[in-house]
């Protein structure tokens, strides 16, 4: 891995240096949060988008680059092909690139069959990670095995140094697309790495600080011995079943297929799926395993904390905190996990 300087004053630059490998997304404020948005080649101030770097995680998970909510994968008797064009993702944190590769990539890569067209977009996607010194209150990465910084996964990576941005490069996609910009960005000096070292320790100590106790070590074999529905529906008292959970959950993956008529032929479409949905798990003659909202509950935390860990070794949720923040009945996933 080599690192590179970017100067403050340089980061409009640098997008419209990104734009030449594809249509670039950049984090801008709106309101309180972080967005993606089109770069344009506007005249946007660098202390804005740099704000927007320092933010938190965007609202929307970067799956969604890669997942359409609906999507037609398939025809008959007529075929039909996709253009897919390379495009430029800035801002994802460490918790998004991981619930990309962790998670995402399990599902649609490296099963018994892959996804073509996410496998097309992981191919060529450029993911420009970014550091994570402002954690908020919701935030638990650490606690889930992540860090406010990422150093694998992406592209290339984002830190705050002491006048610039540092670039680190860490894919031969990434080390493309830095030889493609000549000498536009520079050599980078140790104050600068001295910094960002300090950004990073003082981010970990506000997550631990905000998120004090670790989650037991053995929640796989909690969650399967725990059986009483009166634990999950007190967990669901205050849930108004909104499923903004799900919706902007990195990690939440299912999806289930239908065919339409068209014309004299058939067209398949995928659509994502939610398990909170009451019809999720409702099999032919009507019978529902699922049929409690407690049960799905249930079935969420099996999947994400049990199932998921002994599959791929990785919980099936990289704390993001989108969940908490998001949620109308002002639910905390942490409270329910520490109360297994």
Known sequence: ?????????????????????????????????????????????????????????????????????????????????????????????????????????????????????????????????????????????????????????????????????????????????????GDFLKEVDKKEIKKRDKHRTDAERRLAKVNPDEFAPDLPDRIEHQLDTTFWAKALANCVDCQACERICPTCYCFLLYDIPVGKGVERVKVLDWCYHAAYGRVGGGVNPLAHFSHRLRNRFECKFMAFPRNFKVSACTGCGRCIAGCTGKIDIREVLRAL
Request: hydrophobic fraction near 40%.
């Open 1 to 181: 891995m080599r690192s590179l300087f970017l100067p403050l004053a340089s980061i409009p630059a640098f997008y419209t240096q990104l734009a030449k490998y594809g249509e670039t997304y950049h984090p801008r404020v709106l309101d309180s949060h972080a967005i993606y948005e089109l770069w344009r080649e506007e005249e946007i101030a660098a202390e804005e988008l740099h704000q927007a770097l320092k933010m938190v995680r965007p609202v929307e998970p970067l799956k969604e680059f890669f997942l359409r909510s609906r999507e037609r994968v398939a025809s008959f008797p007529q075929l039909f092909s996709k253009d897919i064009k390379p495009k430029v993702i800035v801002g994802a944190k460490d918790c998004d690139i991981r619930s990309l590769i962790e998670i995402q990539d399990n599902v649609y890569l490296k099963g018994v069959l892959e996804d073509p067209f996410y496998k097309e977009r992981r191919e060529k996607y450029l993911v420009v990670t970014v550091d994570c010194p402002e954690p908020a209150d919701t935030c638990f990465c650490l606690r889930i095995g992540g860090k406010p910084y990422s150093v694998w996964g992406g592209d290339l990576n984002l830190s705050f140094g002491e006048e610039g941005i540092i670039v680190d490069v860490l894919s031969a996609k990434g080390e493309e697309a830095v030889e493609k910009m």
